[in-house]
Nanobody, 124 residues
C-alpha cells in the first residue's frame, strides 16, 4: 500500500520560508515521480513541482519560480518542497502525489497516490 504523508506546514509570516516534506512508505521514491500541488479555497488545484530520479526537480508556476525548489532524499524516502519569500498568495493546502515512473507531469490524473495534504498559511 503506497502511502504519502506531508509534514512541515503551518503558519509563516510574509517573506518567510517553509520546508515541506513528503515521506513515502511501502515504496522507494527512487523509481517514482513525486509531485507537489496546492489548492486554495475557491481555486483549482495548481501543480507546483515534480521530482524524479531521472529528470531532477521541475517547478512550474511562474509565480513560484525562483522561490520554490524541490529535492529528494532517496535514502530517507522523502521529497521536499522548499519555499522561500512566501506571500499570502502561497496560502493553500499543499499535497504531494506519486506515480511509478520517472517522467514528471503537471496533470493530476497522472498520479494515483496522494497524501492527505497539509495547510500552509502565510499571514502576519
Amino acid at each position: 500500500q503506497v502511502q504519502l504523508v506531508e509534514s512541515g506546514g503551518g503558519l509563516v509570516q510574509p517573506g518567510g520560508s517553509l520546508d515541506l516534506s513528503c515521506e513515502a512508505s511501502d515504496f522507494t521514491t527512487k523509481y517514482y515521480a513525486v509531485a507537489w500541488s496546492r489548492q486554495s479555497p475557491g481555486k483549482e488545484r495548481e501543480a507546483v513541482s515534480c521530482s524524479s530520479y531521472i529528470t531532477g526537480g521541475e517547478i512550474w508556476p511562474d509565480s513560484v519560480k525562483g522561490r520554490f525548489t524541490t529535492s529528494r532524499d532517496v535514502e530517507k524516502n522523502i521529497v521536499y518542497l522548499q519555499m522561500s519569500r512566501l506571500t499570502g498568495e502561497d496560502t493553500a493546502m499543499y499535497y504531494c502525489a506519486a506515480h511509478y515512473g520517472t517522467e514528471c507531469g503537471a496533470a493530476a490524473s497522472r498520479y494515483p497516490w496522494w497524501g492527505q495534504g497539509i495547510q500552509v498559511t502565510v499571514s502576519s
